[in-house]
């Protein structure tokens, strides 16, 4: 560069951009921390950042204190865990799993930088499915307190490169590891007409699956913005009379089936349910944060049926649901439910 040349400071393509890459004040909270509170003061996630729900629900729930051993089996931005890792010293330990190995070392480098060192926390890249061999590996015969958190972060969801939204381009992947599978775009490839709709029905309830799943067929579809606009064209095309927000709903639930199947989510759920009352101790407490009507039915099932065994003391009679301060405040958290349960064998209490 030559001396004196003026470099100019970069600018917002805007007062309020739009695309994620361009919101770097967003994407650097510790530079530009009161932008960044400007933006969640105007009930708005940050580019790149996920806001933990129910934080208070939770903690009352698990109840951690000194000495716990915890799981949180989803750790995602590690919200929920600084909470609890704050209240299980001296003595306790949090293990924190994730599959996401992208998301996963920047989460772990966090907490530590707070001070989490790794005799209180732990960070492993696993699916929850597989916890009863991570629990044996860290020698710990069960724990006191289990969270798992099945939403989507929204690191993952914000990102286009990621595949996961429909608000910007990106590539149709999905993965929520990226380096294992294949993304959405094979599986809609791979899938007959008629498997792909069993998947949008199955995974989202989707009305007109048989129509998405015939549009999806008839050319590749590679990128998100080719899936949606697909949608979007063929629906209004069979249903003219169809609201803008319904067909925008079919879009959204198509996103939603497709990466529960890309993951194999339900599979993992199912596994993690069985394998629940194992991994805690009597007396244990387990809360279950689910955004999706499949995953709350599995839940549901899986606690009932364990209270009826006499395996779980106690279950919440319904969902919690996050309040009217915190929905106005992270819109995100309108559709999370909240169960739980607490393993038998010993004096326990929870409260939903």
């Known amino acids: 560069m030559p001396h004196g040349e003026h470099i100019r400071r970069r600018r917002y393509p805007g007062k309020n951009p739009r695309k994620f890459h361009e919101k770097y004040k967003e994407l650097n909270p510790d530079r530009y921390a009161s932008d960044v509170q400007k933006v969640i003061d105007a009930g708005k996630t940050p580019a790149g950042m996920h806001r933990p729900i129910m934080v208070a629900e939770v903690l009352r729930v698990l109840s951690p204190g000194a000495g716990d051993r915890a799981v949180d089996a989803t750790l995602g931005g590690g919200g929920h865990a600084r909470e609890i890792l704050t209240r299980i010293r001296p003595g306790g330990k949090l293990i924190g799993l994730d599959v996401d190995p992208l998301e996963l070392p920047r989460t772990e480098a966090r907490l530590r930088a707070e001070g989490f060192g790794p005799d209180v926390f732990v960070a492993r890249r696993s699916n929850f499915a597989g916890l009863p061999r991570l629990l044996e590996q860290e020698g710990v015969s069960a724990a006191n307190l289990i969270l798992a958190d099945l939403g989507v972060s929204s690191m993952q969801l914000d990102n286009p490169d ?33 498997k792909l709709a069993r998947v949008l029905e199955e995974h989202a309830d989707e009305p007109h699956a048989r129509l998405i799943a015939t549009l999806l067929k008839t050319r590749p579809v590679t990128t998100t913005a080719q899936l949606g606009r697909r949608i979007r064209a063929g629906v209004k095309a069979a249903y003219p009379q169809t609201a803008e927000e319904e067909v925008e709903t079919s879009v959204r639930r198509t996103f939603q089936a497709l990466r529960i199947a890309v993951n194999d989510e339900f599979s993992a759920l199912d596994a993690f349910l069985r394998n629940l009352p194992a991994c805690l101790a009597p007396g244990g407490r387990v809360v279950m944060l689910t955004f999706h009507s499949g995953e709350d039915r599995r839940v549901k099932k899986a606690f009932d049926s364990g209270r009826r065994a006499g395996i779980y003391a106690a279950t919440s009679e319904g969902v919690v649901r996050a309040g009217a301060d915190e929905v106005r405040a992270n819109p995100r958290a309108s559709s999370a439910k909240l169960r739980w349960a607490v393993r038998g064998g010993a004096e326990g209490t929870a409260m939903g």
């Open 162 to 194: 990621r595949g996961f939204t429909y608000k910007e381009p990106g590539p149709l992947d999905m993965r929520m590891n990226p380096s294992r599978g294949a993304p959405a775009s094979r599986l809609v490839t791979d899938l007959s007409e008629e």
